[in-house]
């Protein structure tokens, strides 16, 4: 796998963000990283991604990882809206925490026994 890059039009909307990092194993292949969040916007329509960061962390036990407000392309309505972001999958590479940027918040990885 190639890592992303972010090339889409970038907006820091959304307030309130809650994170979890998961390692699933499944039944073949690779473990794999999954990161998932929610946010708080103030309209429906936006979406959020996640980006391998460049360059990586100099800590081998931290994935870094950038976040991407993508604004919505219409017109919508003003409704606080609460919005999931993009899953973000990754092979498992013994990372303990990951650290979203811009904000630097810093989730700890779960592995289920």
Partial sequence: MEPENSNGQTEQAGTDYTWSARVDDPSSGPPMLNVTGTGTFPTPGYRVKLYI??????????????????????AEPDVVTTI????????????TQVAIFPEGTIVDVKRDP
Avoid: C, R
């Fill in 53 to 74: 960061h460049e360059p990586p962390s100099f800590n081998p036990s931290i994935l870094l990882l950038n976040k991407v407000v993508l604004a919505p392309t219409g």
């Fill in 84 to 95: 999931d972001t993009e899953p973000f999958q990754w092979p498992f590479n013994g990372w």
